[in-house]
């Protein structure tokens, strides 16, 4: 599994971006998916996964109502949009492959992590 996350950049403060994660190698379609990010000077932080088949997704408090997570397994590639962003969100975001077929909001429970896609919004 080689995870490439994509689709950062610099957005204003209520602006929306669409983060993708593709997979390059063996197929994820069995894994679940989750997203985090890290904020400089902070930890790690879940912010969404989804299951296997995109039938079970669930959402950090703080991004829930403006962050929806999907996926494509035809095209092994994950989603993240993101709408109504405020400078809270600034950070790094990376994708990563569960262990199991459901996500997790713990990361000890995925195998594989793409490299972070950076994510600043200004006020």
């Known amino acids: 599994v080689q995870l490439q996350a994509s689709g950062g950049g610099l957005v204003q403060t209520g602006g929306s971006l669409k983060l993708s994660c593709a997979n390059s190698?063996?197929?994820?379609?069995?894994?679940?998916m989750g997203w985090f990010r890290q904020a400089p000077g902070k930890e790690r932080e879940f912010v969404a996964h989804?299951?296997?088949?995109?039938?079970?997704?669930s959402y950090a408090g703080s991004v829930k109502g403006r962050f929806t997570i999907s996926r494509d397994n035809a095209k092994s590639t994950v989603y993240l949009q993101m709408n109504s962003l405020n400078p809270e969100d600034t950070a790094v975001y990376y994708c990563a492959a569960a262990r199991s077929s459901y996500g997790s909001s713990d990361y000890t429970q995925y195998a594989y992590w793409g490299q972070g896609t950076q994510v600043t919004v200004s006020s």
């Open positions: 989804i299951s296997w088949n995109g039938g079970v997704t």
């Open positions: 190698r063996r197929t994820i379609s069995n894994n679940g």
